[in-house]
């Protein structure tokens, strides 16, 4: 077969959708089956506020020069954490022109309203399930939050 020919034919099947190819002439018999594409390696970052080690120091994933990141500390909160029970808005009040329904130092009891979630256009009063003090509030009003985000600490 044809130095050309058979050139013409790879470049065919590299271009194309097919795996592989399969032509008997005269001449002979050619099979071109293209190799699947191997995965690219995948790139690790650490967190920005991760320090930088000098270079081909450390491994991550044992991928040379790159630090393994370190675990990223959660604050500790003392107390009883309320968390959200959907995705949607908080708000802190029932309107803009009212008081927030709770502050840091107010006495709550189990059932107590804390906040409002807007999650598709429904107002979804937000109950404490713990009685005590409000401790922290760690959200602000308006903010939209995640499932399982944590809003307020009671103690």
């Known amino acids: 077969m044809d130095l050309r020919k058979l050139k013409t034919l790879v470049d065919l099947v590299a271009e194309s959708g097919i795996s592989e190819l399969e032509i008997t002439e005269a001449e002979g018999r050619v099979r071109i089956v293209k190799a699947p594409p191997t995965p690219a390696p995948q790139m690790q970052f650490a967190p920005s506020n991760a320090p930088v080690p000098a270079a081909g120091t450390g491994t991550a994933a ?49 059932g107590d309203t804390l906040c409002i979630i807007e999650a598709m256009k429904l107002m979804n009063e937000i109950e404490s399930e713990f009685a005590g003090t409000i401790t922290e509030i760690l959200i602000e009003n308006g903010q939209p939050i995640e499932y399982g985000q944590p809003l307020f600490v009671v103690e």
Do not use: C, W
Request: no cysteine.
């Open 62 to 110: 044992g991928i040379p020069g790159i630090a393994a990141s370190p675990e990223v500390a959660k604050p500790v909160h003392r107390g009883s954490i309320v968390k959200s029970p959907m995705v949607g808005t908080l708000y802190r009040a029932p309107n803009p022109e009212s008081d927030p329904f709770v502050e840091i130092g107010s006495q709550v009891k189990i």
